[in-house]
Structures are given as structure tokens and as C-alpha cells.
């Protein structure tokens, strides 16, 4: 059983498309994020939510719209994709609010490659 | 503010041979320390942490890592190492438990194993 899983694995697209990609965890897990690794690896935090409630929210542009349904559930849409969304989007789990705490550490997807032409 | 630095951005050694990867870090308290590994195609999954306590940590997979305060290091390190260890590894620093801030990550050190 999938822990954390997102939907799609791979992404293709044209600019100025509007795609949206999926994330759902069975942890029971109060909180969510989302990830972005740029093409040198390079992880940075996007968003995050604790119990369908925004707690995080990087300066990422406004094309970017998480929205959480319940707290299972964290999903990503994207507006205009533009060539530089392009990259790995992962979503992540923890039991804590804003914190890596005990024994409940960050649990991540497999993540969405996402390729914009 | 706080960062995370890994000086080594790719790293080879041979299979059987010992691994260290270093980790500095910059944040203004104990922080919380963790090792993250990232197979190909994969997510992140944690090797280990440090919160407070003994300074070496044991995690899964055969690693360890050292907690130096007056060096501001977390090294991970493996005695012998297996080809299936190859992989790229993120330190990361987090937040107090009081806090929300970010848990902010390194920006990565590729292994490679030769057989």
C-alpha cells in the first residue's frame, strides 16, 4: 500500500496549458506539502497545509494553486505553464504541523516530472 | 538565516570501501538534522535524524552520523559500502518545535559506486 502517491508519474505539456496533478496519503498524516527539485536536484518548499488550512506558502507565482480537499488530500494546479515550471513536483506527508518531530519524519511521493515544451 | 551546505556535489568511491558525506549547517539553535536519500525516480526517504541526545545517530541501511555543534557538521558516514547504495543524498535542517519555519534542505551529494 502507497503511502504517499501522485498522479501522474510523467507530465507533458505545451505552454501556456493548465495542468493539475494529484496527491494523496493513507498516513493519517496532519499535514502536506509540495516540493519542487529543479534539474541540479535542488529541493524547495512550495506550500504546505495542516488539516486543509494554508500554513506555508513560498514566493511561488500565483499560476501555482494548491488546494486541499480534507487533509488526505493536497493537489496542485497550475495555470499559463510556462517552459521554467519545468521540473520534479513532490508531494510529502508529516504528522506535525511545520515541524519534523519524533517519529514522524517527512514521507514523500514519488514524485511528477513535468515537462513543458 | 538558515542553510544547509554539502560541499561535495559528487562523490565516487568503489564498492566495499568506507563513505563519508559532509553537511555544514547555519541556523541560529540546536537544530533538527536529517538525512534524506533519493534513489533514481524516487522520492526522498529518511536514513536518519537528530534531535537531541547522543551525537552519533544510527539509521537504516548502515549509515551513521555525527552531530559536531562546534563545527556545525553532520556527516553521514558508512563502513563498506554497496552498489545499491548509489543515490543522491540531501542533508537537511529543520525547524524548532515551537516554530513553523521551513525545513530547509542541502542541495545534494551524488554517490556513485564502482563494483
Known amino acids: 500500500d502507497t503511502a504517499v502517491s501522485q498522479t501522474p508519474k510523467y507530465l507533458v505539456t505545451q505552454m501556456g496549458n493548465d495542468k493539475s496533478i494529484k496527491c494523496e496519503q493513507n498516513?493519517?498524516?496532519?499535514?502536506m506539502y509540495w516540493y519542487k527539485q529543479d534539474s541540479k536536484k535542488f529541493l524547495k518548499i512550495m506550500f504546505s497545509y495542516n488539516n486543509k488550512e494554508l500554513i506555508i506558502n513560498e514566493t511561488v507565482p500565483n499560476r501555482f494553486s494548491p488546494k486541499s480537499p480534507d487533509k488526505a488530500h493536497l493537489n496542485l494546479h497550475i495555470n499559463s505553464l510556462e517552459l521554467g515550471d519545468s521540473a520534479v513536483y513532490f508531494c510529502?506527508?508529516?504528522?506535525?504541523?511545520?515541524?519534523?518531530?519524533?517519529?514522524?519524519?517527512?514521507?514523500f511521493g514519488n514524485g511528477t516530472r513535468l515537462t513543458v515544451t | 538565516a538558515q542553510s544547509v551546505t554539502q560541499p561535495d556535489i559528487h562523490i565516487t568511491v568503489s564498492e566495499g570501501a568506507s563513505l563519508e558525506l559532509r553537511c555544514n549547517y547555519s541556523y541560529g539553535a540546536t537544530p533538527y538534522l536529517f538525512w534524506y536519500v533519493q534513489s533514481p525516480g524516487q522520492g526522498l526517504q529518511l536514513l536518519l535524524k537528530?534531535?537531541?541526545?547522543?551525537?552519533l545517530v544510527q539509521g537504516i541501511k548502515g549509515f551513521e552520523a555525527e552531530f559536531k555543534r562546534s563545527q556545525s557538521s553532520f556527516n553521514l558516514r558508512k563502513p563498506s559500502v554497496h552498489w545499491s547504495d548509489a543515490a543522491e543524498y540531501f542533508c537537511a535542517v529543520g525547524p524548532s518545535k515551537t516554530s513553523y519555519d521551513k525545513v530547509i534542505f542541502g542541495p545534494g551529494t551524488s554517490l556513485s559506486v564502482i563494483p
Open positions: 498516513l493519517g498524516h496532519d499535514t
Open positions: 510529502a506527508s508529516s504528522q506535525d504541523r511545520g515541524w519534523q518531530g519524533g517519529d514522524s519524519p517527512l514521507h
Open positions: 537528530y534531535f537531541s541526545g547522543d551525537t
